[in-house]
């Protein structure tokens, strides 16, 4: 793998080993908690993070989501929206699954395919503005996790967080 | 610049520029509070993000930091350590003179430099850890910005950030 694509795949790699590590660390009561007054919840956090990267799948042409229903619920709806959530365990789960597949994708890629168009960016516009290629959508998601992640900290403890 | 590069530089500068419209959107007394109960204040997270670019100035070979006195304030200590900071209308002065010394920086900068090491890794054990290079740090402190700007994201109203 060329190095410029390994650097950016260790970056989405770390954000989501923390965001695990986070999910497994916090009780599930922990989660269900609002990140700060009136915000969001961690398990909304933790189930918009899922539907983004379930999402990637289409839009990096690897296949279709797993689990479309997450788009409702956790994309086009805000927290409190009164749609029923999947449970925390249930989440975990989809997450793993999701990682797992996008982790063999990626093992396939070749330095081209990361400069191809996404799915997302019409054939025209893309002869325009190369830079919208499936290593920009890598380097953007990481970005969004990051965002969440910093949001989510703030469910542990602060003894925990240091 | 080459394509990979630019995406890199491209994905800091969005970062870099939520940050600055965040921080000129809220008034200093949205800045001074808590960005959750109990946790870091939007001045101390902001005077955080300014004090790790100051370090970038070293860390990649660009020059001598701007405004060390931050390292002990922001980096060294935590927030309400009864360490005086600098005003916020200081502290905005300051990301400006130290993201236009980047910027300029960054625009000097060829292909092979970016994937030389930084200052802080040794000569030994970059051989062994090629990634440990300057692109790589440009990757980790969006991330890093992108942590933090989802915290002070709350100290907006509700309203604003919808």
Excluded at 95 to 105: D, G, K, P, S, V
Aim: aromatic share 10%.
């Amino acid at each position: 793998m060329e190095l410029f694509i390994k650097m950016t795949i260790a970056a989405w790699n770390t954000q989501n080993a923390r965001l695990n590590k986070l999910v497994n660390t916090l009780s599930n009561e922990q989660l269900a908690t609002e990140t700060a007054p009136g915000r969001n919840t961690g398990t909304y956090l933790f189930g918009h993070l899922i539907a983004v990267s379930d999402a990637l799948l289409p839009i990096m042409g690897w296949g279709e989501k797993f689990y479309p229903e997450l788009e409702t619920i956790f994309l086009k709806n805000p927290d409190k929206s009164g749609l029923e959530q999947p449970s925390i365990e249930t989440l975990k789960g989809y997450f793993t699954t999701i990682n797992a597949c996008i982790e063999q994708h990626i093992d396939t890629m070749q330095v081209a395919d990361w400069f191809d168009r996404h799915t997302a960016v019409s054939a025209a516009d893309f002869a325009n503005e190369p830079h919208r290629n499936k290593l920009n959508i890598m380097i953007n998601r990481t970005n969004h996790t990051s965002y969440h992640l910093g949001q989510m900290a703030y469910l542990a403890s602060k003894a925990d967080v240091g």
